[in-house]
């Protein structure tokens, strides 16, 4: 055990992380809440003839969708919650700290691929509307650059807690 005094107060860092873990649960919800609408909109319009087929539905499902998916990975990379394989045997604390270290190393170097890539992705549609509704296709793009960005944060936060608890530290 380490000699150094642990704080029970978070660092600035931490209730920052914590703060936004908090938003994108909102934000996720608040998705999956709205997509609800279109999607709707788009069912009674097959079955009805007093919605036209043509209208925004369809653009705006596919927008959410994205958002949607993508916010439920932040959260998901966040609370350690995205798929794990457990193919150790039952491993002692420091050595689970490594393994766990080596898993947030991937997560990280696909996280630098979707910022690299993202703001490819995202200078690509930066001039570029959507057909039916007008929307700006920044607004999708740019979900991949704020996911890998999202992912450094967190898996970063993940690495120093593992790493602690591979020097002998308290978590």
Request: glycine share 6%; proline share 5%; hydrophobic share 55%.
């Given at each position: 055990?380490?000699?150094?005094?642990?704080?029970?107060?978070?660092?600035?860092?931490?209730?920052?992380?914590?703060?936004y873990a908090k938003l994108l649960e909102i934000l996720l919800a608040a998705c999956v809440g709205i997509l609800v609408?279109?999607?709707?909109?788009?069912?009674?319009?097959?079955?009805?003839?007093?919605?036209?087929?043509?209208?925004?539905?369809?653009?705006?499902?596919?927008?959410?969708?994205?958002?949607?998916?993508?916010?439920?990975?932040?959260?998901?990379?966040?609370?350690?919650?995205?798929?794990?394989?457990?193919?150790?045997?039952?491993?002692?604390?420091?050595?689970?700290?490594?393994?766990?270290?080596?898993?947030?190393?991937?997560?990280?170097?696909?996280?630098?691929?979707?910022?690299?890539?993202?703001?490819?992705?995202?200078?690509?549609?930066?001039?570029?509307?959507?057909?039916?509704?007008?929307?700006?296709?920044?607004?999708?793009?740019i979900a991949w650059p704020v996911t890998g960005v999202t992912?450094?944060?967190?898996?970063?936060?993940?690495?120093?807690?593992?790493?602690?608890?591979?020097?002998?530290?308290?978590?």
């Amino acid at each position: 055990m380490s000699d150094m005094p642990v704080s029970s107060t978070p660092s600035l860092w931490r209730r920052v992380t914590a703060a936004y873990a908090k938003l994108l649960e909102i934000l996720l919800a608040a998705c999956v809440g709205i997509l609800v609408v279109p999607v709707t909109l788009q069912i009674i319009s097959r079955y009805t003839p007093f919605i036209p087929s043509y209208i925004w539905t369809e653009e705006m499902a596919r927008f959410l969708f994205v958002w949607t998916i993508m916010i439920g990975a932040m959260v998901g990379v966040r609370e350690s919650q995205h798929f794990e394989v457990d193919v150790w045997p039952d491993l002692s604390r420091r050595s689970e700290a490594a393994v766990r270290i080596l898993a947030r190393l991937g997560v990280l170097a696909l996280a630098l691929v979707f910022v690299w890539a993202g703001i490819e992705f995202t200078r690509f549609a930066w001039n570029r509307t959507s057909e039916l509704a007008d929307l700006p296709l920044w607004l999708i793009h740019i979900a991949w650059p704020v996911t890998g960005v999202t992912w450094i944060a967190f898996a970063g936060e993940q690495i120093v807690d593992e790493a602690r608890v591979l020097a002998g530290g308290r978590r």
